[in-house]
């Protein structure tokens, strides 16, 4: 018998084999049958798609923008959205691709920050960053009602807390182990003698706890997990984590390698509480899809200089 699969999730939170087609609908209709870890750079399409618009000026951002109307966020709904009369976003710095930028100095900055300020500025509110070390922690804020809007990664658990939009990026979780190491491929990684080292609370995790069955899975905060990979002497120890923060975490060093494949397709949306009302979920859905459609995101990105994430298309 092979190994588990191993993917991400489709729309209905269930399981996709990065190793297999699938018909993946948060793309463009020629991606069916494509490999879910491997989609277009939609940013780049969305990019083509808006040349010479004009421009408009975005909060501290100038992005380009198309002839569509903004969404108008109803007043009605500012007790909900905003119940203490400012948005307190609930951020997961852990996440290096959607809360860190390359070009600015202030903290907190990135794609998630500029998400939130400009749906604060639709309500005509001030941002609160709440921000936390563990995305555990940025979903128990959300789930008690301490954060009103959030980032993270879809999950079937922790879609029993609250609340997910559509996914709007995509991000690749790969396996980094030691050169030694006899391991070559992620589908090697699920053997006895294994250890799996992952940031506890992640997307991995909760994705790895549920499918892994031979290898031990070992929970460490973010900071630990590379030094107890740096420290293996057996061979039999890898890390997982986000693609670019692997890569990034061994920038300069020697006898480190990334396994081919990946094994995870995180998709990325937004979150409200559990408790919110069906008309805050539709006008969060609403502002997101503009987000992504008016190359909001992509441009984002770009302006952080943020890599190895690919905006999807709203349904």
């Excluded at 990684?189 to 706890?209: H, I, K, N, R």
Aim: glycine fraction near 8%; hydrophobic fraction near 40%; charged fraction near 20%.
């Amino acid at each position: 018998m092979g190994p588990p699969s191993i993917g991400g999730f489709n729309e209905n939170l269930t399981p996709i084999d990065c190793d297999k087609p699938y018909p993946v609908r948060f793309g463009h209709a020629s991606n069916l049958g494509r490999d879910p870890c491997r989609l277009p750079k939609w940013s780049k399409v969305i990019r083509d798609a808006h040349s010479g618009q004009g421009l408009a000026s975005v909060g501290p951002l100038t992005l380009k923008t198309n002839t569509l109307l903004p969404v108008t966020i109803t007043p009605l709904l500012l007790p909900e959205l905003a119940p203490t009369g400012h948005l307190r976003a609930s951020l997961n710095i852990a996440n290096t691709i959607l809360a860190h930028s390359n070009t600015e100095a202030a903290k907190p900055a990135g794609v998630t920050i500029d998400l939130s300020r400009e749906l604060a500025r639709r309500l005509g509110v001030a941002v609160e960053f709440l921000e936390w070390d563990a995305p555990g922690e940025s979903l128990r804020a959300l789930a008690d009602g301490a954060g009103d809007v959030g980032y993270l990664a879809v999950d079937p658990k922790r879609a029993q807390e609250v609340y997910f939009t559509f996914p709007y990026v995509q991000i690749e979780a790969c396996y980094l182990a030691k050169q030694e190491s006899a391991l070559t491929h992620q589908s090697q990684v699920d053997q006895p003698g294994t250890e799996v080292l992952v940031m506890d609370t992640s997307a991995y995790d909760l994705f790895l706890t549920r499918h892994l069955q031979h290898a031990t899975l070992v929970r460490l905060p973010a900071e630990e997990v590379f030094p107890a990979l740096r420290e293996d002497r057996t061979g039999r120890r890898v890390a997982a984590g986000i693609k670019q923060a692997l890569l990034a975490e061994i920038q300069g060093a020697s006898g480190f390698r990334l396994l081919d494949g990946c094994f995870l397709a995180i998709q990325q949306a937004m979150v409200l509480p559990s408790k919110s009302s069906a008309a805050a979920r539709s006008a969060i859905r609403a502002f997101l899809a503009e987000m992504i459609s008016t190359g909001f995101i992509a441009e984002s990105l770009e302006r952080h200089q943020i890599s190895g994430a690919t905006v999807l298309s709203a349904p």
